[in-house]
């Protein structure tokens, strides 16, 4: 019985940490999504009103920064795109792991350091999952041209 609580525990942990990770990975329109929430409800627009609204802002907001990172040309364009995205999984990252590994580590100081580890992993997999849409056209280097002629 020991050792299936050990398994599920281990399991449970796990899963939590693969949510976490994942969730704040999308900080930026889940942060959009309250954001609409709270001023559609404040304007009237009831409780499943809000929700609607909100899943919808938030959904919007995600599928806008993919498109405009993933139609752009522009590098200068789509760096500042993904950093609108990145910073604010960045922070909520390390917000994440500065409280869990209170749980485990006593030290402020390497508190601080897994910390500022995480932001960076979590902000970096931001990065990676919305640059992954942009790309490479016929014309730029690296890129199949459909029809050569």
Known sequence: MLAI???LNTFGIGLFCWA???LA???LPFFVAPSIGMIA???GAGLIGTLLLATAGGALALVLGQI???ITRSLALRIAIAAAFAAPAAVAG???VFAVSDIGVPSLAWREVFAC????CIGLTSWTRLMALARIGPLE???LVDNPS
């Open 5 to 7: 609580g050990l398994i």
């Open 20 to 22: 976490i990770f994942t």
């Open 25 to 27: 990975v999308y900080a």
């Open 41 to 43: 409800f404040q304007s």
């Open 68 to 70: 405009a990172v993933a």
């Open 94 to 96: 390390y917000h994440v």
């Open 117 to 120: 580890l995480g932001a960076v």
């Open 141 to 143: 280097a690296g890129g």
